[in-house]
């Protein structure tokens, strides 16, 4: 090597830090980094970054480490799936779903209006299934057990535990109100449940306040509202969304919804309980004055309009670290919401002698409405969506900007599945033998008949679904066919093995479904609405259930109903039950609540921006520990950083660096490996991780590689268009096996590893020096400069040789 050469590697050569980010479902961080003996250099029992024991203070010792750069294990895997009570978050995934819909806008040029519009309705959206939630409970809680069973002798003769409030022993509870009193008590500890954990994990995650850097003041551009403008001396810098200083910070927003939803929740409960009795006191001689009724009412709508006044009027500041707190909504609103809940409650408990209950209490109307309500606001996010994809399409975004309103009906339909199945399940048990509904035989007429028409559509549902799902596993078959001799002439094998190329051809035809899936999703989505539609027409209508509406229409068609009725019944039924079931294994068993975790991985991701009460974001906790970890490290020790992320991990790394400042992010490099962050992010949520925020980090990075398989079915390539000014990022389709069969090097045969382990790869090594070597001469280290960036003490630098492969964040 000529002496320039060789003294400008001597120059290179300095702190270089490999920060690994593992991927969804976790590992631990003596995995990542292939020794158990680790050290935690900064970080708590929940999220924390560790080293190697013998790696710890190797940044005074730079050449005791010139094979490779030092790593450290970022481990986050218990922001997700830590303890067996978050398993119980299953039941909040209709939350979880409509909160995804919020950030699957398509991206907008000079459509401000239309975004906060959109962002409204889906909050809208969001506050109809609290309702949902809340009245379902109040439909088995007031409706069936208290108003139905307890008033009926045939029924509560057989519950022991309804004696106190069954009409037979005339004690003081049974007259209706104060039936419909102590019943209040099922939905309203529900309300307060959502409450508590909301504001629990609230403390935990967004009042959490990140790190804040000396960074330029920002203003938004009128042509894109996601992204702003820096300003700054030299030519203007555009910041995307995801690198303004209080998108991780949702401190604020989530407050004010909680406040509001808590309060919704207090006031359906006390709407089902006051309405009735004024209801009664309007229409039947009442001793109690109609006044107190029309006040209690007059009360409760005006509680409404404020909590609707709440949720429209303000969506997130992430421009600035907002650490304001509006005392007098998030204090006020839920007291005076439970103060009308216990108004009405005293109301309710009036003594009204001839009170009697018969029929149902009027959750049929409730039910309706909310059905309208939710499929009104829809339709009009679809138009919403639809106007901001014209102004700027992009092709590869998910149903043509229409992923959002796709989502958020599929949010109301799981909704539906699992209040209307709760509430289906306990008409049954209570009715013993007979069938609710249906008449003859039945001791309870049973929930709203609507909940019996929407039931029955699900049977219609699934057999619509049958033909593109057939369509699709055929479809398969005759890809892995046709990638039969792609696959050999690719190995250059001699003597292919059949069975080995078929089993190489199904991965990869099997891995390229998920491009699919937007496909599925629109069908499911449309089908719901106009099915739901139907169902909201036929029990209108009709006034009655299926299997008695099809009276008289023909043997056949009856029969038809029935069965549609009884299965789609039973199909709720067993889907609520399957969400209790899968949140109660999960809580047992280690490995069931890994999996679990892994859907929180992907849908928790996102900041609570429409529903309060949906599982928490742990990018809120883990975005900031990242960035603060790279920007005390390159500033403390002026060494090179490779930021390395695998799957899920790999969407952090990405978040991390959009929030650097520039004279961080000058000094870092970005590698990923089975990325989903233009596959899945990028379609899905275009506005975030669409083309435009893709080629802007593709330019304010230093250097970035990403790596892919043709047999992932969650990484792909990035599609960044190398001609515009950036440097080349896709490094793939990498050989997946690495050879095809027997050979010297390879004695046995290698697996198809798909989604995990990268780093076998002998890219991957080859990728991340290079990396570093683009990084180019580093400053000398300073005199007396800390090592660790986190406060963690200096200790014995690494005495080895060859450092190999920094170590593994595959999850």
């Given at each position: 090597m000529p002496p320039a050469h060789q003294a400008e590697a001597a120059q290179s050569r300095g702190a270089a830090l490999e920060l690994l980010v593992h991927g969804v479902g976790g590992t631990t961080p003596q995995e990542m980094l292939g020794d158990p003996r680790i050290t935690r250099i900064t970080g708590d029992a929940t999220a924390a970054v560790y080293r190697r024991t013998e790696d710890v203070g190797a940044e005074q010792h730079p050449e005791r480490h010139r094979d490779g750069p030092v790593a450290e294990a970022y481990c986050w895997s218990n922001l997700t799936s830590g303890n067996g009570s978050r398993a119980l978050w299953l039941l909040l995934l209709p939350f979880m779903v409509v909160n995804l819909a919020h950030w699957m806008r398509p991206g907008a040029r000079g459509r401000t209006r239309a975004v906060r519009l959109y962002g409204v309705l889906v909050r809208l959206v969001a506050l109809t299934l609290t309702v949902l939630l809340t009245a379902a409970a109040c439909e088995v809680a007031l409706d069936l057990v208290a108003w139905q069973c307890a008033g009926t002798p045939e029924c509560s003769a057989q519950r022991s535990w309804l004696g106190f409030l069954s009409t037979h022993q005339d004690g003081w509870f049974a007259q209706p109100g104060r039936r419909l009193a102590v019943a209040a008590l099922v939905p309203a500890a529900l309300v307060g449940l959502l409450w508590y954990l909301s504001n629990r994990t609230w403390s935990a995650y967004e009042s959490q306040r990140p790190l804040t850097w000396d960074e330029p003041d920002s203003t938004e551009t009128d042509e894109d509202p996601d992204t702003d403008v820096v300003a700054e001396s030299g030519p203007r810098r555009i910041r995307p969304a995801l690198g303004r200083p209080g998108f991780w910070y949702g401190r604020r927003l989530v407050a004010r919804l909680r406040a509001a939803h808590t309060a919704a929740g207090f006031l359906t409960v006390a709407a089902a309980v006051g309405s009735t009795a004024a209801r009664y006191d309007r229409d039947a001689g009442s001793p109690v004055p109609e006044a107190a009724g029309a006040l209690f009412e007059t009360a409760l709508v005006l509680c409404a309009l404020f909590v609707l006044a709440v949720v429209c009027h303000r969506g997130r500041s992430e421009r600035r670290l907002d650490n304001r707190v509006d005392r007098a909504v998030t204090t006020f609103l839920p007291g005076a919401a439970l103060g009308l809940l216990l108004c009405s409650v005293v109301y309710a408990g009036w003594s009204r002698p001839r009170w009697v209950s018969s029929g149902t209490l009027p959750g049929e109307a409730v039910f309706r409405a909310l059905a309208l309500g939710q499929g009104l606001l829809v339709v009009l996010l679809a138009v919403v969506a639809l106007s901001l994809y014209r102004r700027a399409p992009e092709p590869r975004t998910t149903l043509h900007g229409l992923g959002g309103p796709a989502v958020a009906m599929l949010a109301c339909a799981l909704g539906g599945v699992m209040t209307g199945g709760i509430a289906q399940r306990v008409a049954d048990w209570l009715d013993g033998p007979g069938t609710p509904g249906m008449g003859a035989g039945a001791d309870i007429p049973g929930p709203p008949v609507l909940l019996s028409w929407q039931a029955s559509v699900i049977p219609v549902l699934l057999l619509l679904l049958l033909l593109p799902v057939l369509w699709l596993a055929v479809r398969t078959m005759r890809r892995a066919r046709r990638l039969g001799p792609a696959i050999e002439a690719e190995y250059e094998e001699k003597r292919p093995e059949p069975g080995r190329t078929r089993r190489i051809a199904r991965t990869r035809a099997t891995a390229a479904l998920t491009d699919s899936a937007?496909?599925?999703?629109?069908?499911?989505?449309?089908?719901?609405?106009?099915?739901?539609?139907?169902?909201?027409?036929?029990?209108?209508?009709?006034?009655?259930?299926?299997?008695?509406?099809?009276?008289?229409?023909?043997?056949?068609?009856?029969?038809?109903?029935?069965?549609?009725?009884?299965?789609?019944?039973?199909?709720?039924?067993?889907?609520?039950?399957?969400?209790?079931?899968?949140?109660?294994?999960?809580?047992?068993?280690?490995?069931?609540?890994?999996?679990?975790?892994?859907?929180?991985?992907?849908?928790?991701?996102?900041?609570?921006?429409?529903?309060?009460?949906?599982?928490?974001?742990?990018?809120?906790?883990?975005?900031?520990?990242?960035?603060?970890?790279?920007?005390?490290?390159?500033?403390?020790?002026?060494?090179?950083?490779?930021?390395?992320?695998?799957?899920?991990?790999?969407?952090?790394?990405?978040?991390?660096?959009?929030?650097?400042?520039?004279?961080?992010?000058?000094?870092?490099?970005?590698?990923?490996?089975?990325?989903?962050?233009?596959?899945?992010?990028?379609?899905?949520?275009?506005?975030?991780?669409?083309?435009?925020?893709?080629?802007?980090?593709?330019?304010?990075?230093?250097?970035?590689?990403?790596?892919?398989?043709?047999?992932?079915?969650?990484?792909?390539?990035?599609?960044?268009?190398?001609?515009?000014?950036?440097?080349?990022?896709?490094?793939?389709?990498?050989?997946?096996?690495?050879?095809?069969?027997?050979?010297?090097?390879?004695?046995?045969p290698e697996p198809v590893?798909?989604?995990?382990?990268?780093?076998?790869?002998?890219?991957?090594?080859?990728?991340?020096?290079?990396?570093?070597?683009?990084?180019?001469?580093?400053?000398?280290?300073?005199?007396?400069?800390?090592?660790q960036g986190g406060g963690a003490p200096d200790g014995a630098a690494r005495t080895g040789t060859d450092q190999g492969s920094a170590g593994r964040s595959s999850g």
């Open positions: 937007p496909g599925i999703l629109g069908l499911l989505s449309g089908a719901t609405l106009l099915l739901g539609t139907g169902a909201v027409t036929g029990s209108w209508l009709a006034g009655e259930v299926p299997g008695l509406a099809m009276d008289g229409t023909g043997p056949f068609v009856e029969s038809l109903a029935e069965t549609a009725q009884s299965t789609g019944s039973w199909l709720t039924g067993f889907g609520a039950i399957l969400f209790v079931t899968w949140g109660r294994r999960a809580y047992r068993d280690v490995s069931a609540r890994r999996t679990i975790g892994i859907l929180w991985d992907v849908g928790t991701f996102w900041p609570r921006a429409a529903h309060p009460f949906a599982p928490p974001c742990y990018a809120e906790r883990a975005v900031p520990d990242l960035s603060s970890r790279m920007c005390a490290w390159t500033g403390r020790t002026r060494g090179r950083l490779v930021i390395s992320g695998h799957s899920q991990g790999s969407v952090l790394a990405a978040a991390a660096v959009w929030q650097l400042p520039d004279s961080a992010r000058r000094r870092v490099a970005l590698l990923t490996y089975g990325s989903p962050i233009e596959r899945l992010y990028g379609r899905w949520f275009p506005a975030y991780f669409g083309r435009v925020p893709l080629e802007g980090l593709q330019r304010s990075v230093h250097c970035w590689r990403n790596l892919w398989r043709a047999t992932d079915p969650i990484g792909g390539p990035v599609r960044i268009d190398e001609g515009r000014g950036g440097h080349e990022v896709d490094r793939g389709p990498l050989k997946d096996p690495l050879v095809y069969g027997r050979t010297a090097e390879h004695p046995l590893l798909g989604h995990s382990d990268y780093q076998a790869d002998p890219v991957f090594a080859v990728e991340r020096a290079a990396l570093l070597e683009r990084l180019g001469p580093v400053l000398p280290q300073q005199a007396g400069a800390g090592a």
